[in-house]
């Protein structure tokens, strides 16, 4: 970046808490991955198996969020103006996708085993999923106090990880139960397959969240209509058109619009009064406002439809 190139946003991301919450949880999540893999195929437990699958997954997926805080915490450069926070989109949108395909995965397997049934070693399954539930526990309430912090759509698709996890452990403990009490193995498939359904509906979530932010739509939080009305509503602007409002990354919404003002109005006023609007009611601080005037821009049949409706008025 030269000098002359000013921006008033960084558009990078430090996020320590981020940072340090996510390696606590990636090794912890290794660890604990190794552990109940092991447990599953030695125990034949399809449940826990499936349980191990997901917590793979996690390990993938906390590893892209990591190279998603450090790509984010870097500055921008003539190439990428925008800096690279939008990598931690990216990085949720692959977890999202990865977490419905080890759903379907896993949801498949559950339909073989039930149609071909196997002895399960209850002992080891359940005391590994008892072992699971602790460390899911610790690390969704971990996860849930960064949320809190600084706010990442990484740690919240890891958090989603991982609150799949605490109820797929519980699933564990309750099929593994079920069969000790009757005897049943079609407990151990059919709860597998509840748990796909949980996976499912997060990353489904997760997905769906970073889909709209890849695809420059308007936040959820926000109403356009609203903040139209709140611009028009400001001395000298006549009308308001061209707007769109995106988000490059969660926190980081942005606005550009064109307004049409009086020719007896100041324009630097008006800019100034729309970009104060904008940061005090609805949080965006990068917008870019373009002052106009049908009379000295040209816009077609829209721009002479409204110097008549002006002129009418007068």
Same mark, same amino acid.
């Given at each position: 970046?030269?000098?002359?190139?000013?921006?008033?946003?960084?558009? &990078?991301?430090?996020?320590?808490?981020?940072?340090?919450?996510?390696? %606590?949880? +990636?090794?912890?999540? !290794?660890?604990? =991955? /190794? #552990?109940?893999?092991?447990?599953?195929?030695?125990?034949?437990?399809?449940?826990?198996?499936?349980?191990?699958?997901?917590?793979?997954?996690?390990?993938?997926?906390?590893?892209?969020?990591?190279?998603?805080?450090?790509?984010?915490?870097?500055?921008?450069?003539?190439?990428?103006?925008?800096?690279?926070?939008?990598?931690?989109?990216?990085?949720?949108?692959?977890?999202?996708?990865?977490?419905?395909?080890?759903?379907?995965?896993?949801?498949?397997?559950?339909?073989?085993?039930?149609?071909?049934?196997? &002895?399960?070693?209850?002992?080891?399954?359940?005391?590994?999923?008892? %072992?699971? +539930?602790?460390?899911? !526990?610790?690390? =969704? /309430? #971990?996860?849930?106090?960064?949320?809190?912090?600084?706010?990442?759509?990484?740690?919240?698709?890891?958090?989603?990880?991982?609150?799949?996890?605490?109820?797929?452990?519980?699933?564990?403990?309750?099929?593994?139960?079920?069969?000790?009490?009757?005897?049943?193995?079609?407990?151990?498939?059919?709860?597998?397959?509840?748990?796909?359904?949980?996976?499912?509906?997060?990353?489904?979530?997760?997905?769906?969240?970073?889909?709209?932010?890849?695809?420059?739509?308007?936040?959820?939080?926000?109403?356009?209509?609203?903040?139209?009305?709140?611009?028009?509503?400001?001395?000298?602007?006549?009308?308001?058109?061209?707007?769109?409002?995106?988000? /490059?990354?969660?926190?980081?919404?942005?606005?550009?619009?064109?307004?049409?003002?009086?020719?007896?109005?100041?324009?630097?006023?008006?800019?100034?009064?729309?970009?104060?609007?904008?940061?005090?009611?609805?949080?965006?601080?990068?917008?870019?406002?373009?002052?106009?005037?049908?009379?000295?821009?040209?816009?077609?049949?829209?721009?002479?439809?409204?110097?008549?409706?002006?002129?009418?008025?007068?």
């Amino acid at each position: 970046m030269n000098d002359r190139d000013y921006h008033h946003m960084s558009h &990078s991301k430090e996020q320590m808490k981020s940072k340090k919450t996510l390696w %606590i949880t +990636l090794l912890l999540t !290794l660890a604990f =991955t /190794i #552990v109940e893999l092991v447990g599953g195929l030695l125990s034949n437990s399809l449940a826990l198996l499936s349980d191990s699958a997901h917590m793979v997954s996690d390990v993938i997926a906390l590893g892209l969020s990591m190279t998603a805080i450090y790509m984010a915490s870097r500055k921008p450069n003539s190439k990428y103006t925008f800096g690279f926070v939008r990598f931690e989109t990216i990085a949720s949108f692959l977890n999202g996708l990865a977490l419905i395909m080890i759903a379907g995965g896993i949801f498949y397997q559950g339909i073989v085993r039930m149609i071909h049934p196997s &002895s399960i070693q209850l002992g080891l399954m359940l005391g590994i999923a008892c %072992i699971g +539930l602790v460390v899911n !526990l610790v690390l =969704t /309430i #971990v996860l849930s106090r960064s949320m809190g912090e600084e706010k990442n759509l990484n740690v919240q698709s890891a958090l989603w990880h991982f609150i799949g996890d605490l109820i797929s452990s519980i699933g564990v403990i309750a099929s593994a139960l079920l069969i000790y009490w009757t005897g049943i193995l079609l407990f151990d498939p059919i709860i597998s397959m509840v748990i796909a359904g949980i996976i499912f509906t997060g990353g489904a979530k997760i997905l769906k969240e970073s889909f709209q932010i890849l695809m420059d739509t308007v936040p959820d939080d926000i109403q356009l209509e609203n903040i139209r009305k709140d611009i028009m509503a400001i001395e000298g602007v006549m009308n308001v058109h061209e707007m769109h409002v995106w988000a /490059i990354t969660t926190d980081q919404p942005s606005l550009t619009a064109h307004v049409f003002v009086s020719k007896d109005i100041q324009p630097l006023c008006v800019t100034l009064a729309v970009n104060e609007m904008l940061k005090e009611k609805y949080n965006i601080v990068h917008s870019t406002i373009q002052i106009e005037h049908p009379l000295l821009h040209d816009h077609g049949e829209y721009g002479k439809a409204f110097i008549l409706k002006a002129a009418k008025s007068a």
